[in-house]
């Protein structure tokens, strides 16, 4: 298992509370730690090898599944060739998890399919059914296009394991439509649905650009590879990889150490934050303000390189996350600010946060109780 030298800091600051005539201000529950603790089994999986067979399901044409277009042409790749497909899926996990989680892709054994009456499930079941005991989860790649309508794919995390973390056993899975994977897009097909989808296979939930379109399950976000997927295709159409990853899933992934807690009681606290994707920073990647118990501000720095090199510039941008119990698949996070700069400000909640400079990666930035 792959560590990094030093320590990657992330700082929890909890926003004060003072009761009517209170002489002393009280500090909010830190809600980092309920995040770690439905992280946990997690975790264990997302540093060190991870193993994804990678299953073709052969669809017949006609098939029922309005999740399927009504195209006769089917995909004509097999199971070995996806898998030199996604080496650059391996590549930009260990981009983001800075060397701590390893990818892995290999071809399953036997191929799957399914009658014209059934589901696209019982391609996922099937393959979670013939997968080898070596394998912690199943890539299912159908050889029909989905629908334009229809979803790209979909993934799940599977059952918390403790001996047998199997994907026989768990039933972590990936399912994917054929569209990425026409022999149209040559040897260099797009990749961000796919990063998307092994994204839920950590247990990642979506995210969006407000809680509306949260709840209205759109795929808005340009920000985060757990939203709008396709943010840097779209903007560049010879990019192949999804945008970056949230901070608050980088921590949740164990890809941040939580190493240093600061709160915020009364007055001003003037931290320098590191860029996102930075593995080197010694300043913080993430900054976390405390509403509750269950609920956090995520401020980070995006920075305008590698992954999110589409963007025109650097920005900090705030999230505000919900945890659920049990689970990281259910949380909440969705954007509460612009993309904020230097010289701008948010205000929510009782906290005011101002980047004061930005640059060379890094970002100065001022957060107090608001007036």
């Known amino acids: 298992m792959k560590r990094l030298a030093g320590p990657v800091v992330v700082l929890a600051l909890g926003l004060g509370l003072v009761g009517c005539g209170a002489e002393t201000t ?4 830190d809600p980092l730690e309920r995040l770690l603790a439905t992280s ?4 264990v999986r997302a540093n060190g090898p991870d ?3 990678v299953v073709v399901c052969r669809v017949p044409r006609g098939a029922t599944d309005p999740l399927y277009a009504e195209f006769d042409d089917r995909m004509e790749r097999d199971a070995d060739e996806i898998v030199a497909l996604l080496r650059p899926v391996s590549d930009y996990y260990e981009r983001w998890s800075g060397g701590r989680y390893e990818l892995r892709f290999v071809p399953a054994a036997n191929e799957v399919s399914i009658l014209s009456t059934e589901s696209s499930q019982q391609c996922v079941d099937r393959a979670l059914d013939r997968s080898s005991p070596t394998a912690d989860g199943v890539v299912v790649v159908a050889d029909a296009q989905h629908d334009r309508s229809a979803e790209g794919g979909r993934g799940g995390p599977g059952s918390p394991c403790v001996d047998d973390c199997s994907a026989k056993t768990t039933g972590r899975y990936v399912y994917v439509g ?42 808005d976000s340009p920000y985060d590879l757990m939203s709008n997927s396709a943010a840097a295709r779209e903007a560049d159409e010879t990019l192949r990889h999804g945008p970056g990853i949230l ?11 939580r190493t240093e807690s600061w709160w915020l009681g009364d007055g001003t606290r003037v931290v320098e934050v590191g860029a996102r994707s930075d593995h080197a920073s ?20 995006v920075s305008a390189s590698g992954d999110d090199a589409f963007h025109e510039s650097d920005f900090v941008l705030i999230h505000r996350v919900e945890i659920t119990p049990g689970s990281g698949f259910d949380r909440r996070q969705f954007l509460v600010s612009d993309e904020l700069r230097a010289g701008d400000a948010w205000t929510q909640n009782g906290v005011a946060v101002r980047v004061l400079t ?12 608001a007036a």
Do not use: K
């Open 247 to 257: 901070a608050v899933n980088l921590l949740a992934a164990g890809w941040l150490n």
């Open 282 to 301: 010694s300043n913080p990647r993430l900054v976390s303000l405390s509403i509750d118990e269950s609920r956090f501000y995520s401020i980070e720095l």
């Open 358 to 369: 930005m640059g060379d990666g890094r970002a100065r930035i001022e957060i107090s109780e």
């Open 178 to 219: 054929a569209s990425d994977f026409m022999s149209v897009w040559g040897s260099e097909p797009p990749l961000d649905l796919i990063e998307h989808e092994l994204g839920h296979g950590l247990d990642w939930p979506h995210s969006s650009l407000d809680a509306e379109s949260l709840d209205g399950v759109v795929y």
């Open 51 to 53: 193993t994804w067979e």
């Open 40 to 43: 946990e089994s997690m975790i």
């Open 26 to 29: 009280q500090v909010r529950p």
